[in-house]
């Protein structure tokens, strides 16, 4: 029943941005955290952001501090990753996910996935 659907891949030049969305459903933002993970070809999944049921943001890569912002409008059921100054060592398939409690935990926990979106960074 909970279903969560990634949306706003696509292929941006290095130095680029891009905004990826959330859509969450059978559930309610405001209950749940949300997390986006990444996996790049040949390399395991890992966490980049995740944001708790009242707004507190936690992350999970060091490689995008300073880079990637998320945020959700709970109104709309939705996520949003927002990645800026994006290398190509950001391509990989990106992945929204829900884990049932109210905070982020560490990452490796949670319950429900989308089926993913590709960002494609490319010269």
């Known amino acids: 029943q909970p279903q969560l659907v990634e949306s706003g891949g696509g292929v941006v030049q290095p130095g680029g941005s891009l905004r990826l969305s959330c859509a969450a459903s059978?559930?309610?933002?405001?209950?749940?955290?949300i997390g986006w993970f990444r996996q790049a070809p040949g390399k395991e999944r890992e966490g980049v952001l995740c944001?708790?049921?009242?707004?507190?943001?936690?992350n999970f890569a060091d490689s995008v501090k300073g880079r990637f912002t998320i945020s959700k409008d709970d109104a709309k059921s939705t996520v949003y990753l927002q990645m800026n100054s994006l290398t190509p060592e950001d391509t990989a398939v990106y992945y929204c996910a829900v884990r049932f409690r109210t905070s982020c935990g560490r990452g490796d926990d949670f319950n429900y996935w989308g089926q993913g979106t590709q960002v494609t960074v490319s010269s």
């Open positions: 059978g559930f309610r933002l405001d209950y749940y955290a």
């Open positions: 944001i708790s049921n009242i707004g507190s943001t936690t």
